[in-house]
């Protein structure tokens, strides 16, 4: 028999320090529980059952790992080479999170999907006219490529941009997210609408 306990951890100035707290405790304490972070946001906290050697653990991301020179990404890829099991929702961010970690066990890919019931919103002509006014486009027949989040080195974001080159003329690439567009990007055809509550995402992607 397995007990689940769900941590809440209120979204506030002393969020990341609960966090910190609990997952110690967890880890020092239940050493036969199984501890369950998702997202790379978590994986600063999920280092420490790596550290101290916790029995069960599963690291759960629906990211490309990040393949920075930084702290975070170092971090991650222990997390992801140490922990019991890891998951991705896709394949070949699976096959790319193993080279990066060297982790020798298999990574378990578990698609995200949507249920059949859910609502998708109508496609909205006043999105494809604001795109279109942005990014200083006159052709009615362009193609819309929406990028699924913001510009970043761990979304392969640069490789998108340079493909652009070898599609077609009529086409647009559209980033979503809290990061910027690079100062040295000179592109007609990639615009950055910043970030964008869930709802009107739906609909620019529609």
């Known amino acids: 028999m397995i007990h689940l306990q769900r941590r809440i951890i209120p979204n506030d100035r002393y969020a990341k320090l609960l966090t910190l707290l609990c997952v110690i405790w967890d880890t020092l304490f239940h050493r036969g529980s199984f501890l369950y972070f998702s997202s790379f946001v978590s994986a600063p906290f999920a280092f420490l059952p790596a550290i101290l050697n916790h029995k069960y653990w ?3 991301s629906q990211d490309w790992i990040q393949d920075n020179h930084n702290l975070s990404s170092w971090l991650e890829r222990i997390v992801v080479r140490r922990a019991t099991w890891v998951i991705w929702n896709e394949q ?7 080279e990066l970690s060297g ?8 698609p995200t999907f949507l249920p059949r019931s859910h609502t998708v919103p109508e496609p909205r002509p006043h999105w494809r006219k604001q795109l279109m006014t942005k990014a200083k486009i006159r052709e009615p027949n362009t193609i819309i490529i929406f990028a699924g989040g913001g510009y970043s080195k761990a979304r392969l974001s640069e490789t998108i941009v340079k493909a652009m080159d070898k599609v077609d003329q009529n086409s647009l690439l559209v980033f979503s997210g809290r990061e910027r567009l690079p100062a040295d990007l000179k592109s007609d055809r990639v615009v950055d609408v910043g970030m964008l509550p869930y709802k009107d995402m ?3 992607m529609a």
């Not at 070949?92 to 193993?98: I, L």
């Open 58 to 60: 599963i690291y759960h």
């Open 92 to 98: 070949n961010r699976a096959r790319r999170a193993k």
């Open 202 to 204: 739906l609909e620019l």
């Open 103 to 110: 982790r020798k066990s298999n990574i378990y890919v578990l």
